[in-house]
């Protein structure tokens, strides 16, 4: 019956879309699925009871939701470590450990992973698969492939599609092996990617490279607009950022996302609700400018002291940048502080 037998194991629209993302992400191989989280589902399949994980702190709720379940179903050890501090990674790596998974930049902390550095030092430690969520950067800004990791992996539902309107998940691999053992978990699952979704993303991710440099250069100006004010931006665009040289011998732009700290609760509130072009929402990715309070929306399920210990502040406002007028963004936020300002008072 040749290669398109049945959808679940073969389709030829998904098949367009992964070979046109494999080229992107710089793999051999891409298998598209349901959402990002199928895709660390498919490949944390690849890690058996007994085996351990390393992972980062400042980590995707929905990860570290599934990292949780993993630990407490399947006997597999997590350990949840400061992946910004490559030899805490290093001496976490043992024979046990299967996998180590990072995340670059971190979200909402926008912390920086050196993923050669890691990539080198557990390897040596461990045979061991390093992998990489790359929503952030999306394959146009970030290729952790080429920066030495096993296997990268997106949230299609991100700046692949662009337009908030279809979930998917994309992974790469460079290892034939690699790329069979991943594709046998997703046929035996069915947690392919639907051919309608895959027209729809193939169709987004023809413009990812126009709303990638749109949305990074808004977010550059609006950094320097908020720190300007006197809030504390942590976007590595930014010179004051910490890893800024770090990231950008990995990465070929910041992003297009940031967030900022107000020192004030009540003040964040305030201005979060004054926007008027920025959506209240969590998400990122899409044309559209979102704000959101990471601890109050998408990182609430954190119990409040493990937030305060990894310094996601109660104060903090995630910005993610869209494809707008750049002065509209900046004209919304000020009114919007300014009015905050004037209540405050
Ligand atoms: C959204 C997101 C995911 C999960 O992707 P879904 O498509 O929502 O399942 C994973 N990692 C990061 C960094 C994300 O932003």
């Known amino acids: 019956m040749g290669e398109y037998d ?14 046109h993302l494999a080229r992107l992400m710089k793999a051999t191989d891409c298998l598209c699925v349901s959402s990002g989280m199928s895709a660390l589902d498919v ?3 690849l890690v058996k009871s007994g085996e351990e994980i390393i992972t980062g702190i400042d980590l995707y709720g929905g990860t570290n939701r ?19 501090d490559t030899l805490e990674v290093i001496e976490k790596t043992n024979e046990k450990t299967r996998l180590v998974l990072l995340e670059t930049p971190t979200n909402p902390l926008m912390q920086i992973t ?15 698969l390093v992998c990489v969520d790359n929503t952030m950067m999306s394959p146009y800004l970030q290729n952790p492939l080429e920066l030495g990791a096993d296997i990268v992996y997106h949230s299609g539902t991100k700046y692949l599609s662009g337009h908030h309107d279809l979930m998917a998940g994309v992974i790469g691999v460079k290892d034939e092996q690699l790329a069979r053992d991943l594709y046998y978990v997703v046929n035996a699952t069915g947690c392919a990617l639907a051919p309608f979704e895959s027209f729809l993303l193939l169709r987004g991710v023809k413009t990812l490279a126009l709303r990638m ?3 990074q250069s808004n977010c550059l100006e609006i950094a320097k607009y908020l720190e300007q004010k006197g809030f504390k931006v942590n976007y590595p665009g930014l010179l ?4 800024y040289h770090l990231h950008q011998t990995m990465a070929r ?3 297009a996302v940031l967030s900022f700290q107000t020192g004030d609760i009540a003040f964040s509130e305030r201005i979060t609700n004054q926007c008027k072009i920025f959506a209240i929402s969590v998400s990122f990715g899409a044309i559209n400018s979102l704000i959101s309070m990471p601890g109050r929306m998408s990182h609430a399920s954190i119990p409040q002291h493990v937030r305060q210990e990894r310094g996601l502040a109660e104060d903090l406002i995630r910005l993610c940048i869209g494809i707008e007028d750049v002065q509209d963004l900046i004209d919304d936020l000020e009114q919007s502080i300014q009015q905050s300002l004037s209540r405050k008072e």
Request: proline share 7%.
């Open 240 to 243: 004051s950022h910490p890893q």
């Open 6 to 19: 049945y959808t679940r194991s073969g389709n030829p629209t998904r098949s367009v879309l992964q070979e």
């Open 213 to 215: 440099e749109k949305q």
């Open 43 to 45: 490949i944390t399949r």
């Open 66 to 84: 599934l990292l949780m379940y993993l630990q407490k179903q399947s006997q597999i050890v997590v350990h949840f470590v400061d992946t910004t």
């Open 253 to 255: 732009g910041p992003g």
């Open 114 to 128: 050196d993923i050669p550095s890691i990539c080198k030092g557990v390897k040596q430690k461990s045979n061991c």
